[in-house]
């Protein structure tokens, strides 16, 4: 399937992506879950969070960081105060040193709250997404305070686009442990 165009496609990639990705978490060995990520050996993947990311937990409290951001940034907005999806003082530019605060915030959070708070999160952000239209989803200028581009596009980036990175990096870490 292709970037989601409609509210249908839009929850079917979002379940089935969340779906793939808990499935690949449910197989990995004790090994691959207590060996810490390490892609500095691999040349292609100089993005910063496949330094920043050390665990199974550090992507999943990522993905749940994000989805709290959608969460708030729509109640925010719809109750009439404007804010941008990145919170002050990061911006488009520098969400990557926001990503890193993210990151330092649950150092202590264990695995376990991890994925409860994932699933926690997951419901919520697919129960939003439920409740607007497909034009409200999919039409630019539903929603002043999207900008130019969808609502829908930002509950892909935070559901199917961030499980399948989820994936992504974590095939790479499981090829990295054999």
Known sequence: MGRPVTKSELITASVESYEKMNL?????TEKE?????DFSDDEKKKEAHWRRDKNLRDVLIHIYEWHQLLLKWIQCNQNGDGKPFIPEPYNWKTYGDMNMELWKKHQNTSLENAKEM???????V????????????????IFKWVGGSTLGSYFISCTSGHYNWAIKKLKAHRKNCK
């Open 33 to 37: 879950l207590s060996t810490e990520f």
């Open 118 to 124: 994932l699933n926690e999160s997951h419901e919520k």
């Open 126 to 141: 697919m129960a939003l997404a439920e409740s607007f239209s497909n034009e409200e989803l999919f039409t630019k200028g």
């Open 24 to 28: 690949l978490i449910s197989s990995l």
